[in-house]
């Protein structure tokens, strides 16, 4: 898999011309500054792209990494071309394969790449990307570097996850959309993100699974090392129904999906916000030890709110020992709560937050710190506090800085100190528990 | 109540220094562009604070709403002042009564309006807004104008629904904290809202009520005439012990409180997130008055998600009839899926979704339009195209453009046209069941 996403050079089999196709993959692997030979490929085009030679022919050119985006009619051929020529890796972006019933043209392209031993990723998929060389062989929003590989099955949804992520500020290692998965699939993949220096959690999007037994095998294994969050979509009768994995006799299909997950240890969430939620915690917190949870803020209502859903959840919202009691009545102003939640009023400031964020952990596994500004309040200065704190205690902190642009630059300060901030704090209780849980059956295992 | 929100003249009494409430209260007030005169009075201040003049007394001027941010000992002297000048409305920000345990001087507050005759919103509360007229007497972020009133017990809460609001582009028609309930509650301001003009919807944030009975009568009676959603926090242990309303014997309370609700009609919501989301829909939609939901979408990945969720929400995705699908099979290109999601795959642009859309409008009871665009397109043609197609079907129509910059431009659009967007499918799905079993539940009454 490796050379899928280092390769030395890149050949693009696509139209060079304005808006279409190729001309969007040269721009995003010019403009996000790959850092090996791009070779714009195509017959019809000629002169420039990006300031790129664009070559009719390729017979001279030595490259590793082939992304095809031409009609479908032609692609056989290329291929045959492409596995004399000794290719080793395709990406074959193109659609009109087994998706619109053309499961001829799909063996076709399987047969050549197995004859030459290329692999491919596709047909019918939105490319893939590597943040670390600044490999973008796709149309859609350059990723973010960060720690998440995220591998899809729709290629639409690999563009939308992209287009939020960029909203969100959130990053990844690698990109990957398999789409019809004529050859490479999410099992080689979850395998080779294993040991992907760059990857500390590995993030799915599937419809359907061709090998469910392997796969659950490579995840079980891949599960003890790095975590595994999915989205396994296509659970409701119109959803698979709207998927290829329709196979005719789905009823209770989906809850064989759930107890196949749990048991290998992946952490199945609902849609994409849930994953990015959960992604984001994972990157800093892979694990949490138990289930004491604090929360500490300087507003009542959100907070009432966060301690509602961790109870609900079944986290426990544990109140101080007597000494910690004491400890913080010397440390607070008469009329502050001394329970938890632990609720600061007026009195949020950052050195409050810090002294009580301090006092309290060592009785807690996890801490939410809720933080409400007005609107002429500095927020940075509370999260550089709780910054200071996590440098100092053993347990992940967690925040909810509510909200908008009165907290932006704060948010950015707590991302500077590895401290993931939520939009809710029920968000952060969420999470808390997902993690949570994994951490129980990993320590079991 | 209206007096609260269309003053003639509001006397401001605070700290007009740089950065303290007085000086913040009047800086949204001048720069919201109240439609009023504005009295800034403080003892110590003197000169002038955004170019209005500061007065030491106020015995000579006229005012008929009175906002007291000034420390909670001086408050019951100026009230009786202003009982005696025969000021009808007061707004008590000041916090330090029995949220801090400090009955007596509550009581105190509550003695003196009652001689009077005043009405007294607050103390401790983030103050009212008030769009028509540019009323903003908070240090909070002004809110934008829109068709929802909300209602919070807990002004930090309320100041984080404002923030989160702005940065949703979601306006309110009025906003109101009312802090300690010490005269006006959420009932009075449910009965107002019921006839106010510019209040569609009622959103409501509460942690415990005063007078169960009365306020689900008066829900029961306006939910007929307009929705009202909540978010009733403080459900859990910790939750209530972190409340006022804590009573000593709260087994099995929330499960009460949501049969209460239930039968007084009021859509309850988990949290804020939901809350703007179930608004939003309800400004546009008030009723959905069947469950067949239709999916169209030129993405997959996104349409399977929603689906399941519908589903799982108990909604009907039931498929085309023979004669709607002779229809569309003459409208589509081979490939393209004839069934419920429909997805129009590449095809997916903006006059093939307005043909399809306005196909499948009459067999359905909402639909959900889901478009992910790649960074070429131009998602406002696909927009404007369902905005066409919205004034022409009977039905509503519900948008997930996915997302961030790439549909920012759309989205304006879609809103222009009345289309509320949300950034998932199943976020769409959620608020359609909602409205949909709120629906049932008046049509049967």
Redesign the interface.
């Known amino acids: 898999m490796k050379k899928f996403f280092y390769p030395s050079s890149v050949a693009i089999f696509a139209s060079m011309k304005e ?1 279409k196709t190729g001309y ?1 993959i040269i721009k995003n692997m010019v403009e996000g500054g790959f850092k090996g030979k791009i070779y714009p490929i195509s017959q019809s085009s000629g002169g420039k792209v990006f300031q790129l030679e664009v070559y009719p022919d390729y017979q001279d050119l030595e490259f590793d990494l082939a992304i095809i985006a031409i009609p479908e009619k032609f692609i056989p051929a290329l291929l045959e071309d492409l596995g004399k020529k000794g290719v080793p890796r395709i990406v074959i972006i193109s ?1 009109g394969f087994s998706e ?2 053309n499961r001829e043209g799909e063996e076709a392209i399987k047969d050549i790449a197995r004859k030459y031993r290329m692999r491919v990723i596709g047909p019918n998929c939105a490319g893939i990307m590597n943040t670390e060389n600044n490999l973008f062989t796709s ?3 350059r990723a973010l570097p960060g720690g998440t590989a995220f591998i ?3 290629g ?5 996850v992209l ?2 992520a ?2 969100l500020n959130f990053g990844f290692s690698k990109f990957v959309s398999f789409g019809n998965r004529c050859d490479v699939g999410e099992i080689d993949l979850i395998e080779y993100f294993e040991n992907d220096p760059q990857t500390k959690v590995i993030a799915l ?1 599937i ?1 359907g699974l061709v090998e469910g037994r392997k796969f659950l095998l490579q995840a079980g294994k891949t599960g003890l090392k790095k975590p595994i969050v999915a ?1 396994k ?7 698979m ?3 290829s994995s329709h196979t005719g006799s789905l009823a209770g299909e989906d809850k064989i999906y759930d107890a196949a997950f749990h048991q290998a240890g992946i952490l199945r969430v ?4 849930e994953m990015f939620d959960l992604c984001r915690a994972l990157n800093y917190y892979p694990k949490i030890e138990g289930n004491r949870i604090a929360v500490i803020t ?8 966060a ?6 959840l079944g986290l426990n ?1 544990c109140e101080p020992s007597k000494i910690l009691k004491e400890r913080l009545k010397e440390m607070l102003p008469p ?1 502050v ?1 001394l ?3 632990y ?1 600061l ?2 009195y949020g400031e950052a050195e409050n937050f810090y002294q009580v964020s301090k006092a309290i952990a060592p009785e807690y596994d996890a801490l939410i710190a809720i933080f ?1 500004p ?3 309040m500095d927020s940075t200065k509370i999260a550089s506090a709780l910054g200071k704190v996590k440098q100092e205690i053993k347990i992940p902190i967690f925040a909810n800085f ?6 932006k630059e704060a948010a950015a300060v707590l991302e500077s100190y590895g401290i993931p901030n939520y ?2 704090g ?1 968000r952060c209780a969420r999470v808390i528990q997902k993690i949570y849980k994994y951490t129980m059956r990993l320590n079991n295992k």
């Open positions: 808006g969007e659609a619109v019933g149309i859609e929003v899809t099955q729709s639409a949804l690999g563009g939308a287009m939020m960029e909203e999007y419809e989205i979509a296509g659970k409701s009768s119109a959803g129904r709207a998927t609902e849609g994409v916000e300087n507003s009542g209502g959100p907070a009432v709110m301690v509602d859903k961790l109870e609900e919202i009329h709560s329970g938890n939640p609720d009023l007026a409400v007005t609107s002429f509510m909200a908008g642009r009165l907290v939009s809710t029920e």
